[in-house]
Every structure is written in C-alpha cells, then in structure tokens.
C-alpha cells in the first residue's frame, strides 16, 4: 500500500514568516500534486510535478518533486493570512487511476 | 465554466438511517471520483467511474455504499444503513479523463457533503 506521510501536520505562524511542508513516501510516485483546501470547500489543484528533481514557482509558493520522486516539498515565503488553509499532497501511480492522498498540513498565518 | 455541482451541502441523520448525495460533474468530464474525507485526514477515494463504467471501487464499503452514474454523467452515492463513522465530508471531483500517469490530468472537487451521523 502507498502512502504519502506529510508534516508538520499543524503549522501556525505569523505573517511574513516563512515556511515548509514537507510530503514523503517510501514509494515512486510518476507524479505528485499539491492541493490548498479552505473551510467548507474541496480541495484546489495548486501544482502537478512530474519529473525528479522538478522545481515550479507559483508566487510566493515554490515545489520541489524529490529526484527519486518519493518526496516532495512546499515552500511559502512572506506567508500572507490568505495562505491558511489545509495542504494536501496526492501522489499518482503507473497505473494513474486514482490519487491517494497524505493527511495534510493545516497552515494559520495570523496577521 | 461551471465547476463540480453537489447537494445536499450538509445533511444530518441519525445511525441506522439512509442518504444519498448527489453529484453534477464538469460538462464533458468523462472520469467522476467520490472521495471519503473524514476530519483531520486526506481524501480517501470510494469509487471511480468512466463514463457509466466503474473502474475502481476497491475501497468503498459495499454493504453499506452503493453508488451510479446511469448515463455517464450525473452521480449519485448512497449509504444505508449509516454508521456513526460514516460522518465526514463526502467530495465528487471530475476529470476529462482517467489518469495515465503522467499528471497531466487535473481533477476539480467539489464544495462536498458534510454528513453527521448522531
């Protein structure tokens, strides 16, 4: 069974700190997204990487898929208020068919 | 575009009970997922389906839940009779197609069902 282990699994910080989240598994992943969801709505696709080693740049957000593809991480600089919010990684295997999901990381980013 | 339509939003019922959630997913989208989120974890998936077809439902619990998408397009998920640990947030997403692997494909969530079973 794959599964993707995120942490912290609680981060509270205050604005224009800033911060990482990290996603690992024991397992390859061909890909691995990242997810923000807000209270009372479903989850957001922020990024998709796919290839080791991978580094994409969204703002103030940066990922990185490890080179072996078991790991990622998010990276938030100057953490603004509008950044709280559950952070999701899913993983994608060979056979594509679903997502499974790590537990998440829940950012406060008090002003 | 419109997104991922769901109702109810919120629906509470008491052990023993049936319900059912009801799901529109983006115009077009071939592949439909229903996701189990239970407080303070990730999505867990329960079944997913192209078009009418069900492609994995390994983790739904199959003397409880049921679930169809008749005509390839809407979905509905039933569970009778709840448990009081089926209470949890229950997401449908859509994609233009199943994954292949590359994660290119991008799934859209809904708002999700939030159910209390008391």
């Known amino acids: 069974t794959q599964l993707l282990e995120q942490s912290p699994q609680f981060l509270s910080i205050q604005e224009g700190e800033n911060l990482t989240v990290y996603c690992n598994s024991s397992s390859v992943f061909s890909s691995l997204q990242w997810y923000r969801q807000e209270p009372g709505e479903g989850p957001v696709l922020l990024v998709t990487?796919?290839?080791?080693?991978e580094v994409k740049k969204l703002k103030r957000l940066t990922f990185q898929f490890g080179d072996a593809r078991k790991d990622s991480s998010l990276h938030i600089t100057a953490a603004q208020p509008g950044d709280t919010g559950l952070y999701l990684c899913?993983?994608?295997?060979?056979?594509?068919?679903?997502?499974?999901f790590g537990k998440g990381t829940t950012l406060s980013v008090s002003s | 575009e419109a997104g991922v339509a769901q109702s109810p939003r919120y629906k509470i019922i008491e052990k023993r009970q049936s319900v059912a959630f009801w799901c529109n997913p983006i115009s077009g989208h071939a592949t439909l997922y229903w996701y189990q989120q239970i407080l303070g974890q990730g999505p867990k998936l329960l079944i997913q389906?192209?078009?009418?077809?069900?492609?994995?439902d390994s983790q739904l619990p199959k003397d409880r839940f049921s679930a169809e998408r008749l005509k390839g397009v809407d979905s509905t998920l039933k569970i009778q009779p709840a448990k009081l640990e089926d209470s949890a947030v229950y997401l449908c997403?859509?994609?233009?197609?199943?994954?292949?692997?590359?994660?290119?494909?991008?799934?859209?969530f809904g708002p999700g069902t939030r159910l209390l079973v008391l």
């Open positions: 899913a993983g994608s295997n060979q056979a594509g068919t679903a997502l499974i």
């Open positions: 997403a859509s994609s233009l197609f199943a994954g292949s692997g590359t994660g290119k494909e991008t799934q859209y």
């Open positions: 389906f192209q078009n009418n077809g069900v492609v994995d």
């Open positions: 990487v796919v290839t080791g080693g």
